[in-house]
């Protein structure tokens, strides 16, 4: 049988590489979109490197974004994120990636599902169906397209590129409905297997939890490959994600819990101190406030997932959270929170809504780039090919 030949844009957006799906060039059945992102992808693959596929063999090369019109008054465009296996057949839509979420306001322009404006600020408001939130994506046009070149330097990337701005508005409850859904800065889990564990669960553009490095005998400064070798400390890891998941509601039992990879989200976090990077170079303390080193499906992340990142900054505003302890107390309001992970540092902000009861946050905020690398068609094979 033919292959199935389907218009797709493929593209980098912070951190990570996806293709991009116009909603109209999908089925109507849903059902089927699951074993068209698997072929396209590569997925599953024993052999871990997606070579029969477009996925790049780790969870931040593993995705699909699907991109239509706005099912909100208060958005200009609907996008979908699907997050992909690697070696296992899976397709996960429970959460945001905060990375790609930085090129769907140049391709929604781009296009031409947004109306291009007549100046050079190109604004395009998003609603991710994933968490049901609202992000605003700013930045700059060329010659009416989305501007590519510009001076921004972006850890974990090559080059420079234009920088975008994504507003993450009212982000908190995105996984559960609360930002903090226990109702607590902090906790005592009951692991099974290690006893009671320090953690702060918070939901912020995905949910995480948040665990002290040196609860597991770690510095919070340990290499990616460092961590994939460590298979007991993954597997602790594994275990705390899976009792905070029950713990935040996000499932009834340890089971569901374990079959759900992508939330919540497991970090490691440290106060500041030197640490190393994958492209050699050495972070000092004053450099940063905070340490992170963040496990994605399963994988430990080569930086910080973008949601985790402004997650992690949401957690460092919220008075006895492990992250503001970790963080010194806390960075001031009117500074931006400078992370330390694995391939340099990711800068972020966050605000608490003033006044309220309750912790609300009122936005977290980042600033990215991104490219189009490539358009055309993705060749799959149909469901009864096999």
Known sequence: ?????????????????????????????????????????????????????????????????????????????????????????????????????????????????VARPDGQDGVVRI???NTRKIIVSR?????????VTGDMTLDGV??????????????????????????????????PGLGKIPASMVDSSNP????????????????????????????RLERI??????????????EKAAAIPSIPKVAMVAPPAKAGTLSGRVLAPEEMDIQVRMISVGQPHRAVP?????????????????????AGGGVPADRSIRIAQPSGFTVVDAKLAAGSNEIRAEYAAVYRTARRLFEGYVRCRPPSAG
């Open 1 to 113: 049988m033919g292959q199935l030949r389907i218009p797709a844009v493929f593209m980098r957006g912070g951190t990570s590489k996806a293709i991009i799906f116009h909603r109209k060039d999908l089925p109507e059945d849903q059902a089927r979109w699951d074993h068209i992102f698997l072929a396209a992808m590569g997925t599953p693959d024993p052999h871990g490197r997606q070579l029969d596929g477009m996925g790049g063999g780790i969870s931040s090369l593993s995705k699909v974004c699907i991109i239509g019109p706005s099912s909100r008054p208060d958005a200009d465009v609907d996008y979908t994120f699907a997050q992909i296996g690697v070696t296992k057949t899976m397709v996960d839509y429970s959460a945001n990636c905060g990375n790609m979420s930085s090129a769907i306001g140049p391709f929604s322009m781009d296009e031409g599902l």
């Open 127 to 129: 609603h991710n169906t």
């Open 139 to 147: 930045f700059k046009l060329d010659n009416g397209e989305a501007a």
């Open 158 to 191: 090559s080059g420079t590129g234009s920088p975008i701005r994504l507003e993450f508005m009212d982000p908190g409850g995105a996984g559960t409905g609360h930002l903090l859904p226990t109702g607590n800065a902090c906790d005592e889990l009951d692991v």
């Open 208 to 235: 995480c939890v948040f665990v002290p490095a040196e609860a597991l005998g770690c510095t919070g400064g340990e290499m990616p490959g460092d961590l994939e070798q460590n298979a007991d400390l993954l597997d």
């Open 241 to 254: 994600r899976c009792a905070a998941s029950v713990a935040m509601g996000i499932a009834p039992n340890l």
């Open 306 to 326: 973008l949601t985790g990142a402004l997650c992690l900054a949401v957690g460092v505003r919220i008075p006895g959270s492990i992250p503001q302890a970790m």
